[in-house]
């Protein structure tokens, strides 16, 4: 399974900004797509995630501000950053899984000047 992200750049506290990641050979009927991020010297850490069924799940640090959704038939997942704080700075990136599987998208940048 190959990831394509794209989104991210600079924006200022409050503002907004769109992910989107394509995912192209996946093979699992039902699969977990969703995004992680990495500050600098801090662990990669679970944004947000969403199941083929549409099952939903966010870190508390990002409810009520993001918002995740996919279109199984394009094999996509977009994260919405609404309201989006300095601290939302990091690399984001896309992922893949399904049990013991796993694939990685790219990251892309994201940084949010207060």
């Known amino acids: 399974v190959q990831l394509q992200a794209s989104g991210g750049g600079l924006v200022q506290a409050g503002d907004s900004l769109r992910l989107a990641c394509t995912a192209s050979?996946?093979?699992?009927?039902?699969?977990?797509m969703g995004w992680y991020r990495q500050a600098p010297g801090k662990q990669r850490e679970l944004v947000a995630s969403m199941t083929s069924r549409g099952e939903r799940n966010y870190a508390d640090s990002v409810k009520g501000r993001f918002t995740i959704s996919r279109d199984n038939a394009k094999k996509t997942v977009a994260l919405q950053m609404n309201s989006l704080r300095p601290e939302d700075s990091a690399v984001y990136y896309c992922?893949?899984?399904?049990?013991?599987?796993?694939?990685w998208g790219q990251g892309t940048q994201v940084t949010v000047s207060s």
């Open positions: 050979n996946s093979h699992f009927a039902f699969n977990i």
């Open positions: 992922k893949y899984w399904y049990r013991d599987f796993e694939s």
